[in-house]
């Protein structure tokens, strides 16, 4: 899990962290080759800041920034969405 402070997280280490990409070049490559969709939308932004409710589609799968507001606030739980 991802430590937050403002309930943001860029693209590329959403990639990162959910292990689509093992480097952050690897994220910056998909990302600027327009491999990378944010809720629809083609995003060649690395930088691009994800929030709760994103949805980010990558190589046929799609996965969705989620809060578990259940347990710390400031944790990002990321989960994988089936369409």
Do not use: H
Request: charged letters at 25%.
């Amino acid at each position: 899990m991802k430590k937050i402070r403002d309930n943001t997280i860029k693209l590329n280490q959403f990639l990162k962290l959910m292990g689509i990409v093992p480097t952050g070049g690897q994220a910056k490559l998909m990302i600027q080759g327009g491999d990378v969709q944010v809720n629809g939308m083609l995003e060649t932004r690395r930088g691009r800041r994800l929030v709760p409710g994103d949805k980010v589609t990558i190589q046929g799968q799609t996965l969705e920034v989620n809060l578990n507001n259940n347990e710390d606030p400031d944790v990002m739980i990321l989960t994988e969405q089936t369409e």
